[in-house]
């Protein structure tokens, strides 16, 4: 099995960061590609930003220059760093890892979620 674990999320005034956090562990083989997605209430859950094995990059438009993204592949580990929050940014955030397993299983891990809320 593979677990996904995200954390660092809370509360936030505008304008302020925040940084998460997103484990996977488990019976990994290898990681291929790490993301971070969200949902907001009412709304589809769209992709944030997402990391490829080698370091490649991409961001949603309305991200791009205040999120980092980045990643520790010895830690299976894969970092969200959000600057100059706005309040549309609330939403629970989703990290996803696509995994092969030890048992030649290839597929999308998903976590539980962390709640990101920003204060106008």
């Known amino acids: 099995q593979v677990q996904v674990v995200e954390s660092g999320g809370g509360l936030v005034q505008a304008g302020g960061s925040l940084r998460l956090s997103c484990v996977a562990s488990?019976?990994?083989?290898?990681?291929?590609?790490m993301g971070w997605h969200r949902q907001a209430p009412g709304k589809q859950r769209e992709l944030v930003a997402g990391?490829?094995?080698?370091?490649?990059?991409n961001y949603a438009d309305s991200v791009k220059g205040r999120f980092t993204i980045s990643r520790d592949n010895a830690k299976n580990t894969v970092y969200l760093q959000m600057n100059n929050l706005k309040p549309e940014d609330t939403a629970g955030y989703y990290c996803?890892?696509?995994?092969?397993?030890?048992?030649?299983?290839?597929?999308?891990?998903w976590g539980q979620g962390t709640q990101v809320s920003v204060s106008s």
């Open positions: 990391i490829s094995s080698g370091g490649s990059t």
């Open positions: 488990g019976s990994i083989s290898s990681i291929y590609s």
């Open positions: 996803n890892a696509y995994v092969r397993t030890y048992y030649s299983v290839q597929r999308d891990y």
